[in-house]
């Protein structure tokens, strides 16, 4: 056990190369050992309440456990294998049974509740007081209350949700590695670009195969649906995408079974917690009170965009008419003919702009904003990754101190999951006159560099990267020192991406595009004309874009505030009605958008998917601080990098992470309460008259 990576103190690094399956299952099991003796101690521990005889002893034994099992289920999502797959699902049990006993634990319940009604509770820090009080609420949540087969029920139901939802991210996983399609003529690739033909190629040779490989992984089947002038293929590539771990694609893969069990286990579970359903039991965290205020909320919204968004789409039908002959638009045609028409609109295409923002150039420029806004610097650490194209990084700030780790996993490949994410291995924690710092995963699926030259990133891969790091720095710029009150923990799940969606916004100004571009061939900058037509096709289809993510947002309320489960049928039909209320466009069909939802049924936005928008007017709003403060240069451009503005975001949003409410801490950075209006106007959405 002692040569067990995953068993270093919690103020060690982890050698992630020297982490073998068994070490996890080890690691596990000893951990889990440890945790149980920790609460069964404090449990039974009969001395007068305080934050030392109960707090420190639980999150002393629990911090390490769940460092560990973060780390493997982190490995488990960006070098998924067999073996480390087969151990993973084999400690899930555990590690789920684990939290419910917790949760269900009345006695160490009852030393929290003994601890706050004790007189200590006052002389407690605010950040300390909240913490108990978010404890009792989560015990509670997690079914402390409930007596007899209510409980055993509960604990049943956690064990199997759990598992559910690990089994549809595999198949989701598994659904796209598995898929591929090899073309041998070059002429059915006419359109798409060389960077994407490039890579292709390499994954036939790669794959002992001669020709192009196509598969469903973003950084192909994106500029495949954008660019291919082969209707056919784009058909063919759109139908495999679209039904994902559905019984239109491979049957073994089908996620239908996985959602009715999600809904009809979440329903029972928010039933046996005393909630009409599982949207109301989850917004007890949340900055939003009743499912009714969100979807009021959604629906608003919805009737200022949908306008725009049939401008939009009329538009784009007529364009694909008289100038591409597609007489009757379909869904497979839609990114190739909005790609055309902002090319024919704005002069310029996505490829084009792509070969200015390359990855070296990108990291450049984000490394710069976030020192000019923050006086922070990233630089290259000399720690073991998991892939030798992990490239970690300390935070160092003014003073020369470290404030913590970022590994950067960006590139897509076999065995690791799509999207982009951040999460959290360790948070921060002072440990005596020691500070414990906090480490972050930063991972998307950008396109890998071909030999020779620098990846290649969109600027909506620009977006994303930068998206991602407000929600690294949410956590490694955070002053707070119990891992209870850090973003991650207890930051409501609605405000959790205001940081996010406040960096997108740098990403658009001509300062900011300065410093992340540089030609991959001649290392020039993005000249200025480019740059005013991607600046003013910024809202390109927007409208549109809009509707969509507030069809998901209201289709992921609507199924959760049922009292009970439904069938996949009902499910369906849900949706249908809620496109019908929203959207503008309609896909086919055989369409199975649920079954590869994984934010919903495997990544924990289930009732919360709302929270984009939600945080998307708090983030504007906050971002329209910036503007305010913007001063302009000799050529006329606007600098929002405002480093006064940025301390202040920094001490009133990030550094705070979750030791007050979010709606205090956007109040003491803004001054006041939030307003759509600045959602609005960057969106392109005019308000309507008052």
């Known amino acids: 056990m002692t040569t067990n990576p995953l068993l270093v103190p919690i103020d060690s690094l982890i050698d992630y190369p020297a982490i073998q399956p068994e070490h996890i299952e080890q690691a596990v099991d000893h951990l889990l050992e440890l945790a149980r003796?920790?609460?069964?101690?404090?449990?039974?521990?009969?001395?007068?309440?305080?934050?030392?005889?109960?707090?420190e002893p639980i999150t002393d034994a629990t911090e390490t456990l769940y460092r560990a099992w973060s780390v493997a289920g982190h490995l488990n999502s960006v070098i998924n294998t067999p073996e480390l797959r087969t151990v993973y699902n084999q400690c899930l049990p555990r590690m789920s049974e684990f939290s419910t006993w917790v949760g269900l634990n009345r006695p160490l319940f009852q030393r929290y509740q003994a601890l706050a009604d004790s007189p200590a509770f006052a002389n407690l820090s605010p950040q300390?007081?909240?913490?108990?009080?978010?404890?009792?609420?989560?015990f509670r949540l997690s079914g402390v209350q409930l007596e007899g087969q209510a409980r055993d029920d509960y604990a049943r139901i956690s064990d199997e949700l759990a598992q559910t939802s690990q089994q549809f991210s595999e198949h989701v996983l598994d659904a796209i590695d598995q898929w591929h399609y090899l073309i041998t003529d070059q002429a059915e690739l006419a359109g798409v670009p060389d960077d994407v033909l490039a890579a292709a190629q390499r994954a036939a040779q790669d794959n002992e195969q001669t020709?192009?490989?196509?598969?469903?992984?973003?950084?192909?089947?994106?500029?495949?649906?954008?660019?291919?002038?082969?209707?056919?293929?784009?058909?063919?590539?759109?139908?495999?995408?679209?039904?994902?771990?559905?019984?239109?694609?491979?049957?073994?893969?089908?996620?239908?079974?996985?959602?009715?069990?999600?809904?009809?286990?979440?329903a029972q579970e928010a039933s046996l917690l005393g909630f009409a359903s599982y949207a109301h039991m989850r917004l007890e965290t949340r900055m939003a009170d009743t499912p009714e205020q969100v979807m009021?909320?959604?629906?608003?919204?919805?009737?200022?965009?949908?306008?725009?968004?049939?401008?939009d789409l009329d538009e784009l039908q007529a364009f694909a008419q008289k100038e591409l002959g597609l007489e009757t638009l379909q869904a497979w045609d839609v990114p190739f003919c909005a790609e055309r028409l902002r090319e024919q609109r704005y002069a310029y295409s996505e490829d084009e702009v792509k070969q200015y923002f390359t990855e070296p150039a990108v990291l450049s420029g984000l490394f710069k904003v976030i020192q000019r806004l923050f006086d922070v610097t990233l630089r290259a650490a000399d720690i073991p990754a998991w892939h030798p194209a992990v490239r970690p990084f300390e935070v160092i700030a003014s003073d020369g101190k470290v404030l913590g780790y970022l590994y950067m996993d960006l590139?897509?490949?076999?065995?690791?999951?799509?999207?982009?994410?951040?999460?959290?291995?360790?948070?921060?924690?002072?440990?005596g006159e020691e500070l414990c710092l906090p480490i972050a995963y930063l991972v998307c699926n950008f396109a890998e560099p071909q030999p020779g030259r620098p990846a290649l990133?969109?600027?909506?891969?620009?977006?994303?990267l930068f998206h991602e790091s407000?929600?690294?720095?949410?956590?490694?710029?955070?002053?707070?020192?119990?891992?209870?009150?850090?973003?991650?923990?207890?930051?409501?799940?609605?405000?959790?991406?205001?940081?996010?969606?406040?960096?997108?916004?740098?990403?658009w100004e001509w300062p900011v595009v300065q410093m992340l571009t540089a030609h991959v061939e001649t290392g020039e900058h993005l000249p200025r004309s480019l740059y005013n037509k991607l600046n003013l096709a910024r809202n390109f289809q927007s409208g549109m874009q809009m509707v969509r993510q507030l069809e998901f947002s209201l289709f992921d309320m609507l199924i959760h505030s049922r009292d009970s489960g439904m069938s996949i049928e009902a499910v369906m039909e849900i949706l249908s009605q809620v496109r019908q209320e929203v959207a503008v466009l309609f896909p086919p069909e055989w369409h199975r958008f649920p079954h590869q939802f994984s934010h919903l049924f495997a990544?924990?936005?289930?009732?919360?998917?709302?929270?984009?928008?939600?945080?998307?007017?708090?983030?504007?709003?906050?971002?329209?601080?910036?503007?305010?403060?913007?001063?302009?240069?000799?050529?006329?451009?606007?600098?929002?990098?405002?480093?006064?503005?940025?301390?202040?975001f920094w001490r009133e949003i990030l550094s705070v992470g979750g030791e007050r409410p979010a709606a205090d801490s956007f109040r003491a950075f803004r001054g006041r309460d939030p307003s759509i209006t600045a959602l609005l106007r960057h969106s392109g959405l005019t308000p309507e008259p008052a």
């Open 128 to 138: 300390r007081q909240r913490i108990i009080t978010l404890a009792l609420r989560d």
């Open 211 to 266: 020709g192009w490989r196509l598969t469903l992984k973003m950084p192909c089947y994106l500029p495949v649906m954008q660019y291919a002038r082969n209707q056919t293929l784009r058909e063919l590539m759109y139908r495999a995408y679209t039904t994902i771990a559905s019984e239109q694609g491979d049957a073994q893969f089908d996620n239908s079974q996985a959602i009715e069990t999600l809904l009809d286990l979440r």
């Open 296 to 311: 009021s909320f959604l629906r608003d919204l919805a009737n200022k965009a949908r306008p725009y968004a049939r401008q």
């Open 411 to 431: 590139h897509a490949r076999q065995g690791k999951q799509g999207g982009a994410w951040v999460d959290s291995e360790r948070s921060r924690r002072r440990l």
């Open 457 to 464: 990133l969109t600027h909506d891969d620009v977006i994303t």
């Open 470 to 507: 407000g929600h690294a720095l949410h956590t490694l710029l955070s002053r707070v020192d119990d891992p209870a009150a850090s973003a991650f923990s207890a930051v409501e799940w609605d405000a959790i991406e205001l940081p996010s969606q406040f960096m997108e916004n740098f990403c």
């Open 603 to 648: 990544g924990g936005y289930g009732a919360g998917y709302y929270s984009y928008k939600w945080a998307e007017v708090l983030s504007a709003d906050a971002y329209s601080a910036f503007e305010e403060k913007a001063y302009t240069h000799s050529d006329g451009a606007r600098d929002t990098l405002d480093s006064n503005t940025g301390h202040r």
């Open 37 to 55: 003796q920790a609460v069964d101690t404090v449990s039974n521990d009969d001395s007068e309440p305080s934050w030392d005889t109960i707090v």
